[in-house]
């Protein structure tokens, strides 16, 4: 797909209004979005969900764990409108700081460190390097996770392909375990990409299994089988959670809007 903007605008002003924009595509592409069309496609621009917070603290439900930003679920509904991660993270980003400050503050307990599970956590961690010849090449699990994701979990979503996409990131998870990497632990990015495969397997398996169970279309969700927004999803959270090694899924009532926030709304009408 290809955009012009090249027969719409006049050069200067398309210099002058998309600066970024025009000297990134001359730059990496020789593309001279002025006199000739861009080529485009679709990308990640930002995940609407993450760990759960209490919006006044950003504590999560994992004591002393506190989150703000992108990786913090529940701010922006259903879609996050633009601009609004700038100041979602100036607002949540201070409060984060401030209430992990007072925490560690107060702190009154003492500190123990089990030293079984960080001598497992070690081991997690440098088996890539054990595994014998023949083990996985962390990066072509990477790719193929991207391409189900993009083809099976993109912006139109079906159930039929959304659970094909969970029985592969299934599949995955088990190469991901035989993971192999070379060289040593300096700077070494096939082994930081190694690390990483649960967390991108985990991110996935959730966006997967909440897409197919919200059976409705909402914000930058949507469902070819279920086109229309449903009042009763609005209503709700999808919330995963690990139990037992396996990710469950739970509908639960959002929270209620807060009385000074309604009388905000309310002036604003
Ligand atoms: C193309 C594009 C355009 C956008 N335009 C806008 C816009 O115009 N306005 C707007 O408000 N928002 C915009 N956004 C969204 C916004 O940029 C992001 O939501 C925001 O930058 C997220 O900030 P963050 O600090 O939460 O996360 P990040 O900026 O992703 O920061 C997370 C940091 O954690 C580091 N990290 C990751 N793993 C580890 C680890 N294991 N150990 C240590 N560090 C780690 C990463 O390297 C990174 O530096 C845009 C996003 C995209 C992709």
């Given at each position: 797909?290809?955009?012009d903007i090249s027969t719409r605008r006049?050069?200067?002003?398309?210099?002058?209004?998309?600066?970024?924009?025009?000297?990134?595509?001359?730059?990496?592409?020789?593309?001279?979005?002025?006199?000739e069309p861009?080529?485009?496609?679709?990308?990640?621009?930002?995940?609407?969900?993450?760990?759960?917070?209490?919006?006044?603290?950003?504590?999560?439900?994992?004591?002393?764990?506190?989150?703000?930003?992108?990786?913090?679920?529940?701010?922006?509904?259903?879609?996050?409108?633009?601009?609004?991660?700038?100041?979602?993270?100036?607002?949540?980003?201070?409060?984060?700081?401030?209430?992990?400050?007072?925490?560690?503050?107060?702190?009154?307990?003492?500190?123990?460190?089990?030293?079984?599970?960080?001598?497992?956590?070690?081991?997690?961690?440098?088996?890539?390097?054990?595994?014998?010849?023949?083990?996985?090449?962390?990066?072509?699990?990477?790719?193929?996770?991207?391409?189900?994701?993009?083809?099976?979990?993109?912006?139109?979503?079906?159930?039929?392909?959304?659970?094909?996409?969970?029985?592969?990131?299934?599949?995955?998870?088990?190469?991901?375990?035989?993971?192999?990497?070379?060289?040593?632990?300096?700077?070494?990015?096939?082994?930081?990409?190694?690390?990483?495969?649960?967390?991108?397997?985990?991110?996935?398996?959730?966006?997967?299994?909440?897409?197919?169970?919200?059976?409705?279309?909402?914000?930058?969700?949507?469902?070819?089988?279920?086109?229309?927004?449903?009042?009763?999803?609005?209503?709700?959270?999808?919330?995963?959670?690990?139990?037992?090694?396996?990710?469950?899924?739970?509908?639960?009532?959002?929270?209620?809007?807060?009385?000074?926030?309604?009388?905000?709304?309310?002036?604003?009408?």
């Open positions: 797909m290809f955009l006049p050069a200067d002003y398309i210099r002058k209004r998309l600066p970024s924009m025009y000297h990134q595509f001359m730059e990496l592409a020789g593309v001279d979005i002025t006199k861009m080529e485009v496609g679709p990308t990640c621009h930002y995940v609407m969900g993450g760990v759960r917070v209490e919006a006044d603290t950003t504590q999560s439900t994992i004591k002393g764990l506190f989150a703000a930003g992108e990786v913090a679920g529940g701010m922006h509904g259903s879609n996050r409108l633009g601009g609004n991660s700038l100041s979602d993270l100036l607002v949540f980003g201070r409060r984060a700081g401030l209430y992990a400050a007072l925490y560690a503050k107060d702190f009154g307990g003492t500190l123990a460190v089990d030293s079984g599970q960080v001598a497992d956590a070690t081991r997690a961690m440098l088996a890539p390097f054990e595994r014998a010849a023949g083990g996985e090449n962390p990066y072509s699990i990477q790719s193929d996770l991207q391409e189900t994701m993009q083809t099976l979990v993109g912006i139109i979503r079906r159930e039929s392909e959304l659970v094909e996409a969970i029985k592969r990131i299934g599949l995955l998870k088990a190469r991901a375990r035989n993971v192999r990497v070379d060289g040593h632990r300096q700077y070494n990015p096939g082994w930081h990409t190694a690390l990483d495969l649960e967390s991108l397997l985990t991110v996935a398996e959730c966006s997967a299994m909440a897409a197919l169970e919200r059976k409705e279309s909402r914000g930058g969700h949507t469902r070819d089988d279920h086109p229309y927004t449903d009042d009763t999803w609005g209503k709700v959270n999808v919330v995963l959670r690990l139990k037992e090694g396996r990710v469950q899924v739970s509908r639960e009532p959002l929270p209620e809007m807060p009385a000074e926030l309604k009388a905000l709304f309310q002036e604003r009408k």
